[in-house]
């Protein structure tokens, strides 16, 4: 009995103790000397170099986190919000603070030509960037997965202009991106600033995705594509088959390479654009975007000499069509069962495909609002090698899309 009573003296002591350091602390007590004090017994030496006027504790379980999460640079690159000891290990540029109270740095990863991308966010970019490049040959950088559970790669054309395709046949014949190790992609050049593409990555994490820019001849070449990768499970991946992945109610879809003045529609194309269907909605309608450079609308220029008033073309998926002067047999845009919005009565049947010069589910010179009730809603754009002589300056394509409520008869 006597050794209990002795040990919760003791414990009742250390109480007080405690209660004490506490009470200095809150009451902002000073002393004298910091030197043998309770502070060096809880701190170490570090508190002495805190000013007196300064020594305040913060709240015990405050805790600032910096991780990986991203941000954004003041001057617009996305990156990972971390230690800035971190950042400058990891090979990273400092690009601002984050973190809420500057506990961090917005960390940049660049890469270039023989260069590994293994963080994410990570920015491909030419030599001498932000300076155009004007070399030739192969520019590659290998993109390792963080994890084997990534999926896909998000690839953001921030910038991206090299060498255009040929007048002729629009081939990609001197500069070229390329994608491989991934799910198929389309081989692009010219200007495509602001487009992106997401490529499957496989399962597992040995196989590698290298992304290419070959590049021959003089060209005065800038890009600066971001190479996001995204988690199996995560909501941002796209659907299965889809080169383009768009996630809102309204927006714009757009070929590559695509200018209403100089772009030319890039030859050897077969890729899925996909929108993703929001809750409510059960239909969408399409426009042609507005063009403001031209005294006709070349938003929308598929197949046809574009110098010339072009209508529309439709059809072309097998049967009489495939004989018809107004099929689309050889470029075309696939649109699942769409009609003319404006029809009333509708129509009673509906295309799949169209092309032409003119943007409409009917064939004629007038353009119209095209809609369609199939879900996913999902556009397909094939091109073949041929342009001349019959196909002359074709822009490609520009549609304005808008998601349509299920009360609107859908």
Not at 117 to 139: A, K, L, M, Q, W
Request: proline residues 6%; glycine residues 10%.
């Amino acid at each position: 009995m006597a050794m209990s009573n002795l040990k919760r003296t003791h414990w009742m002591r250390s109480v007080v103790v405690f209660l004490c350091a506490l009470s200095l602390v809150s009451g902002k007590v000073r002393t004298s000397s910091y030197s043998n004090s309770w502070r060096d017994l809880l701190f170490g030496s570090k508190w002495l170099s805190v000013a007196p006027r300064e020594s305040r504790f913060l709240p015990i379980f405050t805790v600032v986190p910096v991780g990986a999460s991203g941000c954004a640079a003041p001057s617009g690159e996305q990156g990972n919000c971390m230690p800035s000891k971190d950042c400058l290990l990891r090979s990273g540029i400092p690009g601002g603070p984050c973190g809420g109270g500057g506990y961090g740095v917005c960390c940049i990863f660049l890469q270039t030509c023989g260069g590994i991308i293994r963080e994410n966010s990570t920015y491909f970019v030419n030599p001498n960037h932000p300076d155009v490049y004007d070399g030739t040959g192969s520019c590659q950088v290998t993109v390792q997965k963080l994890h084997p559970d990534i999926c896909q790669l998000r690839l953001d054309l921030d910038m991206f202009s090299i060498a255009p395709p040929d007048p002729a046949n629009h081939l990609c014949n001197q500069d070229q991106l390329l994608v491989s190790g991934g799910s198929p992609t389309p081989t692009i050049c010219g200007s495509s600033t602001g487009d992106h593409m997401y490529v499957d990555a496989g399962l597992g994490q040995s196989n590698p995705i290298v992304l290419s820019v070959i590049t021959s001849g003089t060209f005065p070449r800038l890009w600066r594509v971001r190479v996001t990768q995204i988690h199996c499970g995560s909501i941002s991946r796209a659907d299965q088959g889809c080169l383009q992945y768009y996630t809102a109610i309204s927006g714009r879809v757009r070929s590559f390479n695509f200018n209403s003045v100089s772009g030319r529609q890039l030859s050897n194309q077969d890729y899925s654009i996909c929108i993703r269907n929001e809750r409510n909605f059960c239909g969408i309608q399409y426009n042609a975007c507005a063009d403001m450079e031209n005294n006709r609308s070349r938003s929308f220029t598929i197949s046809g000499n574009s110098n010339n008033p072009v209508g529309t073309m439709v059809g072309g998926g097998g049967g009489s069509f495939a004989s018809s002067p107004n099929a689309c047999t050889n470029d075309w845009l696939m649109m699942g069962c769409i009609r003319s919005a404006d029809r009333i009565p509708p129509l009673p049947g509906c295309e799949d495909r169209v092309c032409g010069g003119t943007f409409s589910a009917e064939a004629g010179m007038l353009a119209k609002t095209v809609q369609s009730s199939v879900r996913p809603f999902r556009l397909y754009f094939h091109t073949d090698g041929v342009e001349a002589p019959n196909d002359i300056d074709n822009r490609g394509f520009c549609l304005d899309y808008v998601q349509q409520p299920c009360t609107n008869g859908f």
